[in-house]
């Protein structure tokens, strides 16, 4: 490791504090420890699809690993690879959780040239930010009508009732959760006069609960062609394709606040889950670990 490197590490350790380097440094890795002993029992139907990569691979485990013990279910785990993911992350998902589907880029990208050619600003897009990936191959490559998009960042802290009662039936909507800001590309004027869409404000994408038909790849090719969308932040844009689609389609909108996200330094007492947004990344390890570790880890053996 080069001087530079580990000056950098050792400011950004000292500048997120003692806690979150702890957690960051002990109790991450420690997710190699978890183990679920209900596998011999039926899964959800709904199958969970998370986009990963080397970043985020362990936070994406111990995301999953949450929602397995508070849902207290095994569900059907769609991999996204976003082109880095390494064997030691396929190897360590796939130990924990055995029904795991992996999607690798190569495959995708092969899977979706074909499937996105009709729609050439849709492709285009996709071949500019590994984000795209959950716009478009998610819905995809869902078998069924229903799927669950978590990001690597989330944490759960309790049953999270409206999720459950969302898959355990055939539930025709679409729900996120809501974010601490305005985040979309587009005003509500413009999704209005270009797209003829009445724009959900303050749509959040880290934790969906996606019917497949309301993914509309011609409105998604619209937005990316007609509307200034793709001269905002690159990193927005399928937060606001999948805001697009839902209030398009019309039914759902924003999960309770109880699905948190938040730039505070701990969540509400009473939160269920947490989107750690970059801004706030070190509380997944200060905050997040450090309250969700010892549970996980001394009752899933």
Not at 56 to 85: C, N, R
Not at 151 to 177: G, H, R
Request: proline residues 5%; hydrophobic residues 40%.
């Amino acid at each position: 490791m080069s001087p530079g490197r580990l000056w950098w590490l050792l400011r950004r350790d000292l500048a997120r504090g003692i806690s979150a380097s702890k957690h960051h440094y002990r109790t991450l890795p420690r997710i190699r420890d978890w183990s679920w002993p209900f596998w011999n029992e039926a899964p959800q139907k709904v199958p969970v699809h998370v986009l990963t990569g080397a970043k985020d691979w362990e936070l994406a485990a111990w995301m999953l690993a949450s929602f397995f013990h508070f849902t207290e279910h095994a569900w059907p785990v769609v991999i996204h690879d976003d082109g880095t993911l390494p064997e030691e992350g396929k190897a360590v998902l796939t130990s924990l959780f055995t029904r795991t589907r992996f999607i690798s880029r190569k495959d995708a990208d092969k899977a979706m040239e074909k499937a996105l050619k009709p729609f050439p600003f849709c492709y285009e897009y996709r071949g500019m930010h590994p984000l795209a990936l959950k716009s478009f191959d998610m819905a995809h490559f869902a078998g069924g009508q229903q799927f669950i998009v978590l990001d690597s960042d989330v944490l759960f802290f309790s049953y999270p009732t409206e999720i459950m009662q969302w898959a355990k039936q055939t539930t025709e909507e679409c729900w996120f959760n809501a974010d601490v800001q305005e985040g979309s590309l587009l005003s509500q004027h413009e999704a209005v006069t270009e797209l003829g869409v009445d724009l959900w404000p303050r749509v959040n994408s880290g934790l969906g609960l996606i019917y497949k038909p309301a993914m509309d790849l011609d409105l998604c090719d619209r937005a990316l062609a007609q509307t200034t969308i793709l001269r905002g932040h690159i990193w927005r844009v399928e937060q606001t394709l999948f805001a697009l689609c839902g209030s398009n389609f019309g039914r759902g909108g924003l999960l309770p606040a109880r699905y948190e996200v938040s730039l505070g330094k701990w969540s509400r007492e009473d939160a269920v889950a947490r989107h750690y947004v970059g801004a706030v990344r070190d509380r997944f390890y200060g905050e997040g670990l450090k309250r969700i570790a010892p549970e996980l880890l001394a009752k899933e053996r």
